[in-house]
């Protein structure tokens, strides 16, 4: 095989990839055209890492999931340490050809982090009391709606479900709407019917529909800015903060976010 050719941006991709999750030497080289040797002594110059950095056209040309391999300082599973140094350096070649990539990388990251804690802190309770408040008391769309007593809305929950005052709400964990059955199972619930009749009248309870969104609040979102969010909940501590003050205090969710 000849080794005197230059490589393509392809090619040294591949290589990429295949130092970022373990690929096989021996393959990548057959596969470029190269014998392991050339390969491997090639891998040991930082010039060489440099150029399949130089190859990218951005760090995000490789994958999420490759990338974060790629980075991740622990070793892989069977991973050796030659391995591991081979795959930080490439890492750290990646990084000096792309400083504002992962500049503005690690601040959407820090906003993250921020937002994760104020929801977890904040924001959940914050719409759980809306939420209830708003099963008590009517949402804004049912006030805009004329259903100004608890008779008439609930005549149009169970027929039409209700909309609540938020567009997506907080990731999974506060939908737009509720269907005309979920509406069904909480009156049931109030009415005093037992769980297992709620189960065969409407395939589950209250208590099914509780567990399931206190499984999911345990298992918190880590990325937030990532989901389905209404684009008017606070996103700082210091906003969540607020925002959980002004609804104790009474506000509703329409109060809080109109516009000056």
Not at 124 to 150: C, F, N, P, S, Y
Request: charged share 30%; proline share 3%; with cysteine.
């Amino acid at each position: 095989m000849s080794n005197k050719r230059t490589l393509t941006k392809p090619e040294l991709l591949e290589i990429a990839r295949a130092i970022a999750t373990g690929g096989n030497v021996i393959e990548i080289a057959g596969r470029i055209g190269v014998d392991r040797t050339t390969l491997s002594g090639w891998m040991k110059n930082d010039n060489f890492l440099g150029q399949i950095a130089a190859a990218m056209p951005s760090p995000a040309v490789l994958g999420e999931d490759v990338l974060e391999r790629l980075r991740d300082w622990q070793y892989h599973d069977g991973e050796r340490e030659s391995a591991r140094n081979l795959r930080l350096r490439l890492w750290q070649a990646v990084r000096r050809a792309f400083p504002t990539h992962f500049a503005a990388a690690e601040e959407d990251a820090e906003r993250n982090r921020e937002c994760a804690q104020a929801d977890q802190l904040y924001t959940v309770e914050a719409l759980t009391i809306l939420e209830d408040r708003g099963w008590k008391h009517g949402t804004a769309d049912e006030r805009a709606q004329g259903l100004t007593t608890a008779k008439r809305r609930k005549a149009y929950r169970l027929q039409h479900g209700l909309k609540w005052d938020w567009n997506d709400g907080l990731g999974c964990y506060f939908d737009e709407r509720w269907g005309a059955t979920r509406c069904a199972v909480r009156y049931a619930d109030e009415d005093g019917m037992s769980d297992e009749e709620q189960r065969q009248r409407y395939g589950y309870s209250e208590r099914d529909a509780a567990s399931h969104t206190q499984e999911e609040l345990a298992e918190t979102n880590t990325r937030p800015l990532a989901t389905n969010r209404d684009p008017r909940l606070p996103i700082t501590l210091a906003e969540a903060r607020a925002f959980l003050e002004s609804v104790k205090g009474g506000a509703d969710f329409a109060q809080i976010f109109s516009p000056a």
